[in-house]
Each structure stands twice: as C-alpha cells, then as structure tokens.
C-alpha cells in the first residue's frame, strides 16, 4: 500500500490574504504541492505581475507572462506551485466566464438567463456591475435540475460540457499539478 495522500481546497478571504499567506504555507508547512487558482478580474497582467513578485521572492523562477496552458513551478526541497488565473490565463474575468463557456451553446435557458440579468432595470440592480456575470451564471443555475447547485457540482451533473476545449485544458493543467 502507498502512501497516504491527502488533498485539501482552502478559500482564502480576499487576494490581498493570499499573497501574505505564501510565505508561510510555503516555506513553515509539510506542503509538498500547492494550487493556486484566482481571479484574472479586470487586469490579468497586474494579478501575474503580483503572483510572480512575491514567488519570485521566494526563489520560485516564473515566466514573464502566464501560459494559456497555466504555470508550473518546481524548486528542491520546497512545493511545487501551479498557478491558474481565471478564465484562461490570457482574458480577464473570473471563474464565472470559464464556467459560461462551458454552458452547452443548445441551452436557451443560458439565452433567457442573459437576457433576465440584463432587464433588470439599473435601479433596481443590488449586485456590483462587475458581479454580472456571476448573476447570469447563478440564474442560469437556480433554473436546472437541482437549482442552487454549486458550480463544482454543476460539471459532475452534467449542466456544463466538461469537453469543451476550455475544460480539457484546465484538466490537462490539473493533472499534469497532481501527476494524476
């Protein structure tokens, strides 16, 4: 029998907490691998610039730009560190973009739950213009089979189309992290 293996998915409370954390998690912890997946939002380049800074400073060697295929980065004796920027690496955009993509192009509901978001009057909108698509993929949800699925979930439940080529990637990256 090999070793135990144990994988754990932690949500830090805001970027900022991240980067502080880097230092201890990678360097004062047991921690053999670390993935390490954020928000592009609005400035792809500035999150890369901020990720490289600090596990530069720690003597991790990283590209000048994220590949679209996500990074990889190996030091002796410390974690490998993998680092995906949501959407794809490239675009800005959060996790909610890469899940949009993923919503089969057949689903009129996706159709109708743009269109909803997008009637709401601006008044009457308490969501910040940035969570817009949040709201739309969120809406999109709370219509399916079992509404308020996580978006997790929603893959393993067949709602999005884990062969679109934006999915396979992300795979590839995850297991190519996880030597699965």
């Known amino acids: 029998m090999g070793p135990t293996i144990t994988f754990e998915t932690k949500k830090m409370d805001g970027y900022t907490l991240l980067l502080d954390s880097l230092d201890t998690v990678l360097i004062g912890s047991e921690l053999q691998l670390l993935g390490v997946m954020v928000d592009a939002d609005h400035d792809v380049t500035a999150k890369w610039a901020s990720l490289k800074n ?3 400073g720690l003597g991790y060697s990283l590209p000048n730009a994220p590949s679209s295929e996500g990074v990889i980065a190996s030091l002796p004796n410390k974690p490998t560190v993998g680092i995906w920027i949501m959407p794809d690496n490239i ?3 959060t996790l909610e973009d890469f899940i949009a993509e993923l919503i089969p192009s057949t689903d009129n509901l996706w159709k109708y739950a743009r269109q909803c978001v997008a009637n709401i009057q601006p008044e ?3 969501f910040k213009p940035s969570y817009e ?3 739309r993929v969120h809406t999109w949800l709370a219509w399916q089979e079992e509404p308020g699925t996580p ?3 929603a893959v393993t439940k067949r709602y ?3 062969e679109k080529s934006q999915a396979q990637v992300f795979v590839a990256w995850l297991k ?3 030597m699965l």
């Open 133 to 135: 698509m949040k709201a």
């Open 124 to 126: 009457q909108r308490r």
């Open 54 to 56: 600090r596990l530069e």
């Open 160 to 162: 999005l189309d884990a």
């Open 151 to 153: 978006l997790g979930q």
């Open 91 to 93: 675009k800005p955009g």
């Open 176 to 178: 190519q992290l996880f």
